[in-house]
Structures are given as C-alpha cells and as structure tokens.
C-alpha cells in the first residue's frame, strides 16, 4: 500500500511539474511527436531535401509533414497514406487575392493535400475589415471540404486586440485551427500569445503554435498551455539529439 501511495504521490508531482518532466521522460517523446507538423518550407529545398523531411516524419510518426505546395503530389504519392501531408496557401505574406487562395487550395486537395494551413490577409485585420477576412477564411474552409484548414493569424503583426478579434472570425469561419505564424516574420509563436488565444478561441477550435520553437521544453510548455499542433523543423532534430545523448 505504501508503495502503490508513493508511486501515486510521484505521479501527482510529475503531472504538477508539466513542462519540466514531460521531456524528461523518453516516453513522453512520443506526444510531442504526435503533435508536430514536421516542416520544410524553405525557399531552396530540393526534392531530395522534401524527401528526407518525409522520411523523419514518418520514422518519428509526427502528425503531418509540411511541404511547399510544388512538392504535394510526390510527397503524398511517396508516403500515401502512411503520413498526412500538410502544405501552405497565400504563404507567406497572405495578400494574394480571395480566387487565389481558393485555387491553390483545391489544386493542393487535388494533388493529394490532407491539411492546409492558410496565411491571412493582415492588411485587411490592420484596416479593420474582419468581415471580409471572415468571408475569405470561408472561402477556403469550403474549397477544403473534409480536409483540414489551420489559419495563420502572423501574432507578432497584431496588436492583443486584434488576435482576440481574429479568434473570433477563425472560430465563426468554421476553421479546425487557428495558427500563430509563418515563421517568415519576425517572430514566432509565444507562450503569452497561447495562453490569449485558448481564453478567446471558440470550443470547436484547435491551435498550432509554429515558429522559434526552440527546445523541447518550450515545444511541451506549449501543449501544456493549450496547443493541439506544434509546426517545426527543429523538434524531430532535438529528439534525435536526445536519444543519442541517452545512449
């Protein structure tokens, strides 16, 4: 009895600890693992560069691999249906026209995309015209169909009144996921932005907090403040980086 208390008592500790233990434990590897949009979107990759990030997708059985929309129907005839490929649309800047976006986003779903992560127009937010960012959010969502649409909002060009009210258009426009940022800007996702956005966002909707996620122990404090995804190129390389150290 004493030892089945001690181990409860252990286990409460470890649960109030969060961040700190959940990448102290090799195990808990796994749910961050699970959770990450393994990504590639630079400018110069290669098929064969592509080709590697999909490779480590599926080793480490992340939750997608994020590619540039040129690279879809390779990569999704290369893995099938063994890993869900993501890609992006109105990347990185998110000005391109309402049609433009649709487009891109039924020619991704035909060439085999599960998941799109699109980038807001941030003139309309800065010009206060939300509903017609609503309208385009719409637009897509339904040249996505089944398929899953996260929303880029870019945090670090917003003020905190304008991601609350981005919240609320992403959650009305019916997206799966509101997204932090493209990782193109000058900042990426906060741990102060998540904690904003989980108070703001409706029930139905996730968030995937992307860009600067440096350590493993910022990718687990974000779970642990709400993020359902996490996009990065750099935590399928800290996990390997740790399994090696613990060998």
Request: charged share 25%; hydrophobic share 40%; with cysteine.
């Amino acid at each position: 009895m004493r030892t089945r208390c001690s181990r409860f008592r252990n286990n409460l500790h470890r649960h109030s600890q969060g961040v700190a233990e959940l990448v102290d434990n090799p195990v808990d590897y796994k749910e961050i693992l699970s959770k990450v949009d393994h990504t590639l979107l630079d400018v110069t990759a290669r098929w064969e560069d592509v080709k590697a990030v999909a490779d480590e997708a599926l080793a480490f059985q992340t939750a997608s691999v994020c590619i540039p929309p040129s690279f879809v129907k390779p990569v999704k005839d290369y893995v099938g249906n063994r890993m869900a490929v993501c890609t992006v649309v109105g990347f990185p800047n998110g000005y391109s026209t309402t049609a433009v976006k649709v487009f891109e986003t039924e020619d991704a779903i035909a060439n085999g995309a599960d998941e799109i992560d699109m980038v807001i127009n941030i003139g309309l937010v800065k010009a206060g015209l939300s509903d017609q960012v609503l309208a385009e959010i719409r637009a897509v969502k339904a040249a996505c169909g089944s398929r899953l649409l996260k929303v880029i909002i870019e945090t670090c060009l917003l003020t905190d009144d304008e991601k609350v009210r981005m919240c609320e258009v992403v959650t009305e426009a019916g997206a799966d996921f509101i997204k932090t940022s493209t990782g193109f800007s000058h900042g990426g996702a906060t741990f102060r932005d998540i904690e904003l956005i989980r108070r703001h966002v409706g029930p139905g909707v996730k968030i995937k907090a992307s860009g600067g996620i440096a350590s493993l122990e910022d990718a687990a404090k974000f779970i642990a403040l709400g993020a359902s995804r996490l996009g990065s190129s750099r935590i399928v390389k800290l996990v390997k980086q740790q399994q090696q150290q613990q060998r």
